[in-house]
Every structure is written in C-alpha cells, then in structure tokens.
C-alpha cells in the first residue's frame, strides 16, 4: 500500500487544499494521503483563525487519511525548522513513500538544484550572503540575491521570491540533509496567489483571502483590523461567497461552529503577551526561539507603547528584522519556546511521538500498521504519554500549554465550555 505524505496547516481549508489531496494521490499513484498539520498556530507566527480539531475534521472529511499534529516548536519555526520538523515526522512514522508539495513554479528540478546550492552552502555563496547580511538585507533578501549572484541566474532568484516555492525549497532540503528515502513530488498552485486577500473568479482562492473574509465575520473587529468603520455582514451573506471556493463539507462546518469556536484573532491573545513581557528583561528574552539581541532590546524599550499583540508587532520590526520574524519571536516568548529545549528536541532526533488528531475509519487499517512500523510511539491519548523519555514528554507539554492557551482564549471570547486538552477525543470521521 503506498502512501503520500503531506505538509499543512489548513488555515483554513478551501479548494486548493481539496485539489492538492486528490492531485498527490493521482501524480504518485498512492492509495491514501498521511497529513502533517499545525496545530493550534502556524509558521507565519500567529495562532491559527480556528482550532486544529476543527481544521483537522475539514481535512479528514474532504480525503485525509489520517491528521498529526506538527509539534508546536516546529509548526511556529522558521521556514527551515518547520520543513525539517515535519519531514522528520513523516520519514519517521514508517509507511510513508513520497511527499508532494505545492509550488508556484511546478519545477521540481530547478527547486532541487536551488536546494543543493543552500544545502552545500559554498564560500563564494557564503561571501555574498554575508554582504548582503551587511548592507541591512532581512535574511530571507540577502539569500535571494547572494543566490542570484553566486547562480548567475534570474529563474533561481524569481523563484525564491514565491512563498510555496520557498517552502518547496526547505522540504526538499530536509529530505537532503536527512538522507531521507521518501520521493518528492510537487504540484503547481492553482488559482490565487499566496498573499492575495481577494476571492478569485476561478473558485481557488487563497487562504488569505478566506481569513480575511471570515475576520469581518467575528465581533470586536477593531481588535484586529484598523481604520474606517463598518457594518458587520451577516454570517449567511460571508457562507454565500465562500460557496465554490470551499468544499461544501468545510462550508457547514464553517456554519455550526461560526462564534462558537472561531474566528480567533492575533490580538486575543494580547493580554497574554503583554504579561508575559512586564516580566522580562533584554538578557532573559535572548532564551527564546528567534529573539536576538537587538530584538530583545527593541522589545523592551517599546514596551511602555504597547497597545495590543498586532500594533506590537509593527512597531518593533525593522528593515532587517521582518514582520514574520516578529510575530514568530513574541509568540515564543508568549508560549515559552526556548532555543535551548529545541536544540535539544533536534539533538534527539527531532521526534519522540507521533500524535494523531484523527483519522478516517474507512482507512482505520493503517493505524495497526503505523503502530507497528513507525520509529515513534503512536500517540493516541494523552493519557499514554507517562512511557515517553523525559525529552518527549517535556516536548508535549510544550504542545499541551499552546492548545490550553488558545483554547482559553476560545472560551473567553465566546463562552463556549473550556475543554482540556487532555479531555479532547481522537476524530473518527
């Protein structure tokens, strides 16, 4: 039986999705499709606009397999850490014979050669990528041009300015790095662009402009979004749009769980944040994921200007430090991910569970399988957790306080029941 493995994060899920699901299976002739999702957050460094369970069950009714959740470290992680963490996880639970990505390009040759030159790193590379480092270019600058010097190459520089051929780039990197035996497959994105916020004619829109769409659909929007003022549309009006643009099983989840669970917002967390700041000092924000020096020092000189989570965000990037790089570094420091306990995550071998948010029970079979091929326990309960290492169960508790925390925010801004995360059932769909 071979199976297709799948990076996600659902945020949320639409026809492009659905396309990318039915796609890999077809292009590398698999019978099922192993999804590797986010969970409550994702990479952009901004929790998700609804719960991974919620998400998780769009995925599973729409053909998924099977849904596990990418641990929080790596989900939140730069471009880099999130491929390696979820490509570790696929190669590791044993069944898995290929990943298909999404790409602007459709290019799986030229993304490979772009992947060989970061994996290797040569000097003179190197040398341009210091320069360009010196001159003030954010990271993500710097390496497009030092490749477009070192590569005397205009496709290579064009295609690392696409998001999912980025994206596309780190995954094929990770499955170098590790050796990996799984075969990659990448399909073209259809439809929108990745940051485009308007729904597209053609039915694929972005998921950027789906959330954007659904922000208007909450309450207290000011919290989120600035300038002007409007009237709130009826959430059957925003469902009427979104019909043809997601799948009519994710249209009625949309419904039945519209304020009672989503849309959750990057300022909702603000107070938690802010708390978590008014107790530190520049030298102790440094043992977090992403935050440099100069960073820490940003944070805590603009601290007294600190309004909400979204309006801190943009006063405190710089030409060099972007916008994602922000979001990424104080939702660390709001969820206690420091660099040393990743260090020691990746030192480990990256993995030491696999968690499963659910399954498909037509395809209930491969569970059996899973438990007795994969490198890693399969995680079903929490309450099985007291038999991992002391790393791994350190790991899940990391996981466990993000979902506790986003789930209070849920509960807070609609009075729904809060659920511990230890309460919450495996999906059977």
């Not at 004619?201 to 659909?217: E, F, K, N």
Request: hydrophobic letters at 35%; a neutral charge; charged letters at 25%.
């Amino acid at each position: 039986m071979k199976i297709v493995g799948l990076i996600t994060e659902y945020n949320p899920f639409h026809n492009g999705h659905l396309h990318h699901i039915q796609e890999a299976v077809r292009v590398t002739g698999a019978d099922a499709a192993i999804v590797v999702m986010s969970g409550d957050y994702v990479q952009r460094g901004v929790p998700a606009i609804m719960p991974k369970r919620l998400r998780a069950q769009m995925a599973l009714k729409c053909g998924a397999a099977a849904v596990f959740e990418l641990p929080v470290c790596y989900a939140t992680g730069s471009a880099e850490l999130f491929a390696e963490g979820a490509v570790s996880l696929l190669d590791r639970l044993g069944i898995v014979d290929s990943i298909c990505f999404g790409s602007e390009c459709d290019d799986l040759t030229s993304l490979s050669e772009i992947a060989d030159i970061l994996c290797q790193e040569p000097e003179e590379y190197k040398e341009y990528l210091r320069e360009h480092l010196k001159e003030g270019c954010s990271f993500p600058e710097a390496r497009q041009k030092a490749l477009k010097e070192y590569s005397h190459s205009e496709e290579y520089s064009s295609l690392m300015s696409d998001p999912n051929n980025i994206l596309g780039i780190e995954y094929l990197k990770a499955l170098k790095k590790s050796n990996s035996s799984l075969q990659p497959y990448t399909i073209r994105r259809e439809g929108a662009h990745y940051h485009d916020t308007d729904l597209h004619s053609d039915h694929y829109s972005s998921a950027s402009a789906i959330r954007s769409l659904l922000a208007y659909s909450g309450s207290a929007l000011s919290t989120d979004r600035t300038g002007g003022t409007f009237e709130n549309p009826p959430l059957s009006g925003i469902l009427s749009e979104l019909e043809g643009q997601v799948p009519p099983t994710c249209l009625e989840l949309l419904k039945d769980y519209h304020r009672v669970s989503y849309p959750i917002y990057q300022n909702d967390f603000s107070l938690l944040l802010k708390y978590k700041l008014l107790n530190k000092h520049p030298a102790g924000l440094l043992r977090y994921m992403d935050v440099s020096e100069e960073l820490a020092n940003r944070i805590c000189a603009q601290l007294n200007n600190f309004f909400n989570y979204r309006q801190f965000c943009e006063l405190i990037k710089t030409r060099d430090i972007t916008q994602t790089r922000v979001n990424r570094a104080l939702l660390h420091i709001m969820l206690g991910l420091k660099k040393e306990d990743v260090e020691l995550y990746m030192n480990g071998g990256y993995h030491y569970y696999a968690r499963l948010l659910g399954f498909r029970k037509d395809r209930e079979r491969l569970l059996p399988r899973i438990a007795k091929e994969s490198a890693l326990p399969l995680l079903t309960r929490l309450a099985d957790s007291s038999q991992l290492p002391p790393v791994g169960q350190k790991m899940l508790r990391n996981d466990i306080l993000a979902s506790n925390l986003y789930m209070s925010v849920v509960t807070d801004r609609y009075k729904t029941a809060f659920e511990n995360e230890y309460k919450q059932p495996l999906l059977k769909v």
